[in-house]
């Protein structure tokens, strides 16, 4: 069966029906230019007579055959014969063939370029922002490449009118805008505006400096091409980061108006806190960053400070040294209460008395401004290095004006010998040093941890750190040992929320830190970290309003530690949760087959009729690709179905059924669209156009159509 040119979504659509890309089509044309004599051209259209002259090539080809007739084309001789894994053939640690569809994958219409809001776009869609320390050496060049013009020899073909950039930009933060901070809204704005200007002018600048082609693209990305595969793949640990968003987005709206509690005041600069301030940030592993509300408004971090001392502590001396001076066991006792266990030692680092033992054991041999540097400069690495953490002097004042207690753990724990002898089983061992002025240093160096000041948002990344074993989540960089990093997440679990502690394992089952300023920080392994900044605290000392929201959470999606693998849960680390994936490619397999009662039992066990796979493709794409009228006819009936999905090629149910020849399809499906006021397809070239005026003329498919 022979293919003619069809009227498809755009026009790189129709030369993908022909096997013809149109970078290859503008190759052929530049080739034939070179060969004539001076002063002479070839018209566009002999290039397009060449290009579509091969009957062979009249056949539906996949973006992959399309790339590789352009490397063809655009190699001779022993070039043909390069290895595809040669330095020569890679961007960064992407093969050349892997970035080609890449930037095809953006590129949805293969007009041969792409627009900085569209790169843009593709990153914020899956929650990574181009201000990422991971990409700022690619920030760098795109914005070198909107200055220059094209780096390719190819021109670029002519743009098609690209998709409203409207519809993508409601995509931004959660799905309804109204919810999102008002930064994210800025941000949204932007980019709709930029993306409005692309689509009206054609191009950001007027001139191509603002077209993306393909070797700006690779040029672009090479800093860090592996990263950006995953993003367009979806291959980051959250991959359907959109439902996700919408999830924290209806949790935090459900939390917000939650009442109860009050503001600590016993810390004089702690009651300057508004208990209407209410902030949720969530970090992944892989840097993909929301927030809502309050997140950028600075607070002490108090003793959410205490896991990450004890990691340093762990860092520098090692464990067996660490627990020399401090137990690991739930006291059972008040945060602050004057007591020790059997041992002598404070029960576990999670408590008063025993952050400020860990604290002692931070660079105790240097000056106390050479210890609180490389403090706040570990605290700088585990949160991106960006201006997440600052330091409150005034707080640390208001600290130390009121630490009568702490005074009298500290002193406690002296008199027991504690600091320079630690556990009574091992006072056997040599004594560490410990002079008459060391307590107040120290316990000075730990009203200092309490007072450093983050955010929402860079909390959110420090527990992402915690959660991906010590790496940074913006930098990659290793900052803990894992094996640290795990014996922390398990003292958090078992200790980390006061005397809330056991209840909290038990209903949340999350590893967590709270402090008295509002702030908690909540973190769950191999997938991110959770922030929530709320003042208003319960009898315990826990925020009443980062409670409720983590009950929530942990309610609707399957993050528990002890949470089966087999529950109904919404699972967020799941490519769009496994199961839904296996209903939508049974649906598909039943639409393409013609199993109307195969059909009809899985929509009705829940299953979305509107699912597409990661190329776009719905199961009315497979129905009408397949000609199978009946099942078209059943879909269509089913409540509130997307009539005219487009895939990752520009292909709709409509044009398939018309590049397959199937015309009682193409009818019925011309029909529907037009009652709905919606045009079928847009054309490209003048061939396409007169084809698509006898369409709507007839209200039919030309027969011609289906030789």
Not at 310 to 333: K, N, Q, T
Not at 510 to 516: D, F, M, N, Q, Y
Not at 610 to 621: C, F, I, K, V
Not at 685 to 690: A, K
């Amino acid at each position: 069966m022979s293919y003619h040119l069809l009227p498809t979504a755009a026009a790189a659509t129709a030369a993908l029906v022909n096997g013809v890309s149109p970078v290859l089509r503008a190759r052929q044309l530049q080739q034939q230019q070179s060969q004539q004599p001076a002063g002479t051209t070839v018209p566009a259209a002999s290039a397009t007579a060449t290009a579509t002259a091969s009957p062979q090539q009249h056949s539906y080809a996949t973006p992959n055959k399309t790339a590789n007739l352009a490397r063809r084309a655009s190699t001779t001789g022993s070039q043909q014969q390069f290895r595809r894994d040669s330095p020569a053939n890679r961007v960064g640690d992407v093969s050349m063939d892997q970035v080609k569809l890449l930037f095809g994958s953006i590129d949805v219409q293969s007009v041969g370029y792409i627009t900085r809001w569209q790169f843009e776009e593709t990153l914020h869609d899956a929650g990574i922002s181009l201000n990422d320390a991971r990409l700022e050496e690619v920030k760098k060049r795109l914005l070198e490449c909107e200055r220059k013009g094209p780096l390719s020899p190819v021109p670029c073909p002519t743009a098609a009118t690209p998709t409203s950039p409207g519809a993508a930009a409601l995509r931004y933060g959660s799905p309804n805008g109204s919810k999102a901070d008002e930064g994210d809204s800025k941000r949204r704005s932007s980019l709709s505006s930029r993306g409005a200007a692309a689509s009206v002018g054609g191009e950001e600048d007027g001139g191509g400096a603002g077209r993306i082609d393909l070797a700006k693209f690779a040029y672009i990305i090479a800093p860090n091409a592996s990263l950006i595969e995953r993003v367009i793949k979806r291959q980051l640990v959250i991959p359907d980061w959109a439902s996700f968003v919408q999830i924290l987005t209806d949790l935090y709206d459900e939390t917000r108006d939650v009442s109860g509690g009050k503001v600590a005041d016993y810390i004089p600069e702690l009651a300057l806190a508004q208990p209407e301030w209410f902030g949720v940030s969530f970090c992944s592993v892989d840097g993909q960053l929301f927030s809502l509300g309050d997140t950028a408004r600075e607070f002490s971090v108090q003793s959410s400070s205490k896991p990450i001392s004890y990691l340093m502590a762990l860092e520098e001396l090692g464990e067996e040294v660490v627990h020399r001076f401090v137990g690991r066991e739930p006291s059972g006792r008040n945060f602050n209460d004057i007591a020790l266990n059997p041992e002598q030692i404070p029960h576990n680092p999670m408590v008063n008395s025993g952050a400020i033992m860990t604290c002692s054991l931070i660079r105790h041999g240097l000056e106390q401004s050479a210890r609180f540097r490389s403090i706040m400069d570990l605290w700088n690495d585990i949160s991106g290095r960006g201006k997440y953490v600052t330091f409150s002097n005034s707080t640390y004042l208001s600290e130390r004006a009121t630490a009568d207690r702490n005074f009298c753990l500290g002193y406690m724990m002296q008199e027991h010998d504690s600091f320079n002898l630690g556990s009574t089983r091992m006072r056997h061992l040599p004594p560490r040093e410990w002079g008459a002025n060391d307590l107040v240093k120290n316990l000075e160096l730990y009203f200092q941890c309490c007072s450093i000041q983050t955010s929402a948002e860079g909390q959110a990344v420090i527990g992402a750190t915690l959660a991906s074993g010590g790496r940074c989540a913006l930098t990659d960089q290793q900052c803990f040992s894992g094996a640290h990093v795990r014996n922390c997440l398990s003292l958090m679990l078992s200790c980390g929320m006061y005397d809330y502690s056991g209840e909290w394992a038990y209903k949340i089952g999350l590893p967590a830190k709270s402090g008295v300023s509002g702030c908690l920080m909540v973190v769950i392994p191999n997938v991110g970290g959770l922030s929530i900044y709320s003042p208003p605290l319960d009898a315990l000392g826990n925020t009443v309003r980062g409670i409720a929201f983590c009950k929530r959470l942990v309610e609707k999606c399957c993050f528990s530690s002890f949470a089966s693998t087999l529950s109904n849960k919404y699972n967020p680390i799941s490519a769009k949760n496994s199961a839904w994936q296996n209903e939508l490619i049974t649906l598909c397999t039943l639409c393409a087959k013609g199993d109307l009662t195969g059909i009809r039992a899985v929509l009705s066990a829940g299953a979305d009729a509107n699912g597409a796979d990661y190329d776009g493709r719905t199961p009315l794409h497979l129905a009408a690709s397949e000609g199978q009228l009946a099942v078209v006819k059943y879909l269509c009936a089913t409540s509130k179905l997307k009539l005219n999905p487009v895939d990752r090629w520009g292909g709709t149910p409509f044009s398939d059924a018309v590049r397959e020849g199937h015309a009682q399809v193409a009818e019925y499906l011309f029909a529907k669209l037009k009652a709905q006021g919606i045009t079928p397809m847009p054309t490209a070239t003048n061939q396409q156009q007169q084809q698509q005026q006898q369409f709507n003329n007839s209200n039919k498919p030309p027969s011609k159509l289906f030789t």
